[in-house]
């Protein structure tokens, strides 16, 4: 028995899907300049500065070189796991979603939504949470929610053949 997807059905789970894809493509290029940083004289995190940190990243590798490499290390295996939660995210939106596979959507949405609720509530008792900092993270999450309202009617329609 073959199944078919009304074409209001299969139009938002296009749009969704590829709207929840775009952002985890976003989530990419966000863990890029996070790893393109740590290489560069800016060291710290986007829109994070002296003033949010404490120190310059000269004060920080004159303080304790250690520190530095080990500050340095964290950067790169952080962009490494938003990078791959990105990756996870816009496959399974992409392959997945738009086709209409529940187990997709739902795994699509887990991954971000794990990733942010462990991540995010750490940048505010710090006064880490700029808008330069996480405003990008914002505009993909916002861009993801939107895909996911767009398709979710459709994933929830049971298929008729």
Not at 68 to 90: M, P
Not at 140 to 148: L, M, N
């Amino acid at each position: 028995m073959t199944t078919s997807v009304r074409p209001s059905t299969g139009r938002a789970l296009h749009v969704g899907g590829s709207l929840m894809a775009l952002a985890g493509v976003a989530f990419i290029g966000y863990a890029v300049i996070f790893f393109v940083r740590n290489f560069s004289g800016a060291f710290l995190e986007l829109g994070i500065g002296p003033a949010e940190a404490g120190a310059t990243r000269e004060q920080v590798e004159a303080f304790s070189p250690e520190l530095y490499e080990y500050i340095s290390h964290l950067h790169v295996a952080l962009s490494g796991f938003i990078a791959a939660a990105g990756l996870a995210t816009a496959a399974l939106a992409w392959f997945g979603v738009r086709q209409g596979v529940r187990w997709a959507f739902i795994a699509a949405v887990a991954t971000p939504v794990l990733a942010l609720a462990v991540a995010l509530p750490s940048h505010y008792p710090y006064d880490l949470d700029t808008l330069g900092h996480l405003g990008l993270i914002y505009l993909a999450t916002a861009v993801f929610v939107v895909g996911v309202v767009i398709a979710l009617p459709a994933v929830l329609r049971p298929t008729r053949a």
